[in-house]
């Protein structure tokens, strides 16, 4: 039977999975792409959070119809969007390239610092299973570690703007490849614990006949 316990894992199995997938692609574009323009780069980051985002929503009408609880996933989802919206389309004339990509990079920072503090509370409340609560927690530890990563340091001029985005981009990347293989991973586990209950349900089912 299923070892979760709160209402957040009742999202489709393909929803960790289609994140995991987008993550696990875009951590590996940002980690080992040979372009290191900063416009490149930024792109990257806004269509990543982009698709994220449109995942997320359409887990939030698969919740919605199905009556389950959709408020935070709907939450999530517009977080993403307004992120990849934010880092897009943000062009201030009056703002340096050390402002824009140190903004940049707090918006990405407080992302993550966000949603690993969100996966390590999951972690603790969400499964019996200790597999399943050990994977979130340290996944939401490891984010934690990256967050504090990403915000410090300091620009020490302008030539050296591009080459400290980059740095902080290789640490959003190496985010993204962590947490999207546990997505992956989590997704198809989900869907193996899924089978298992319907399997479960239709013997008992037999039983009573």
């Known amino acids: 039977?299923?070892?979760?316990?709160?209402?957040?894992?009742?999202?489709?199995?393909?929803?960790?999975?289609?994140?995991?997938?987008?993550?696990?692609v875009a951590g590996l574009c940002l980690m080992f792409s040979r372009?290191?323009?900063?416009?490149?780069?930024?792109?990257?980051?806004?269509?990543?959070m982009f698709?994220?985002?449109?995942?997320?929503?359409?887990?939030?009408?698969?919740?919605?119809?199905?009556?389950?609880?959709?408020g935070f996933p709907l939450f999530l989802g517009f977080l993403e969007l307004a992120i990849s919206v934010a880092l897009l389309y943000t062009v201030d004339p009056n703002m340096t390239?050390?402002?824009?990509?140190?903004?940049?990079?707090?918006?990405l920072a407080g992302y993550v610092a966000f949603a690993s503090i969100v996966t390590i509370a999951m972690g603790f409340v969400s499964f019996n299973n200790m597999t399943d609560r050990f994977m979130w927690i340290v996944n939401g530890a490891i984010g934690a570690v990256l967050a504090f990563l990403m915000l410090g340091g300091a620009t020490s001029g302008s030539?050296?703007?591009g080459a400290f985005f980059n740095t902080k981009v290789l640490v959003f990347g190496t985010y993204l490849m962590v947490n999207g293989l546990t997505d992956l991973f989590f997704g198809v586990h989900s869907?193996?614990?899924?089978?298992e209950d319907k399997a479960v349900r239709k013997a008992i089912r037999k039983a009573k006949k």
């Open 1 to 24: 039977m299923s070892n979760t316990t709160k209402k957040f894992i009742e999202s489709h199995w393909l929803t960790f999975a289609m994140k995991g997938a987008v993550s696990v």
């Open 35 to 48: 372009n290191q323009d900063t416009h490149y780069l930024t792109q990257i980051l806004g269509w990543t």
């Open 51 to 70: 698709g994220l985002a449109l995942v997320e929503l359409a887990n939030v009408v698969y919740r919605k119809k199905r009556s389950h609880n959709w």
């Open 97 to 107: 390239d050390e402002s824009l990509v140190a903004l940049r990079i707090a918006i």
């Open 159 to 161: 030539e050296s703007v």
């Open 191 to 195: 869907k193996d614990e899924k089978l």
